[in-house]
C-alpha cells in the first residue's frame, strides 16, 4: 500500500495562496506514474469532495469552486503531487486530504488544514 504524507497547510488570510505537497512512499518510481492522483478535502460534517485530480496520463479536472484558483500537477521523478492554491478564500477552510489509486489499491494521507481567516 502506497504511504502518503501531505504537508504545507496552514492559516493564510483571504487573497492569499498555499502549496500543498503530497509525498509518496512504499512505492517505486514506475508504480507512482502509473497512480492516479487526487485531492480531496473535507468540511466539519460533510463527506470528502473532490477537489482536483491528475491521472497518470491526460488532462487534470477539477470542481467548478476552485476553477481558475487552483492547480495541481505531480512530478513523477519526485514522487510527489503538488496542489497550489491562489486567491484563498474563508469557504476554502477544510481538511485536505491527497489520494492515490491505481488498479489494486486505493491510498489516503493523513490530511493537512488549510485555514482562510483573516
Known amino acids: 500500500q502506497v504511504r502518503l504524507v501531505e504537508s504545507g497547510g496552514g492559516l493564510v488570510q483571504p487573497g492569499g495562496s498555499l502549496r500543498l505537497s503530497c509525498a509518496a512512499s512504499?512505492?517505486?518510481?514506475?508504480?507512482?506514474?502509473?497512480?492516479?492522483m487526487a485531492w480531496y478535502r473535507q468540511f466539519p460534517g460533510k463527506q470528502r469532495e473532490l477537489v482536483a485530480a491528475?491521472?497518470?496520463?491526460?488532462?487534470?479536472n477539477y470542481a467548478d469552486s476552485v476553477k481558475g484558483r487552483f492547480t495541481i500537477y505531480r512530478d513523477n521523478n519526485k514522487k510527489t503531487v503538488y496542489l497550489q492554491m491562489n486567491s484563498l478564500k474563508p469557504e476554502d477552510t477544510a481538511i485536505y486530504y491527497c489520494?492515490?489509486?491505481?488498479?489494486?489499491?486505493?491510498?489516503w494521507g493523513q490530511g493537512t488544514q488549510v485555514t482562510v481567516s483573516s
Open positions: 489520494n492515490a489509486v491505481s488498479g489494486t489499491s486505493n491510498s
Open positions: 512504499r512505492t517505486i518510481l514506475s508504480t507512482f506514474r502509473g497512480l492516479d
Open positions: 491528475v491521472p497518470d496520463s491526460g488532462a487534470a
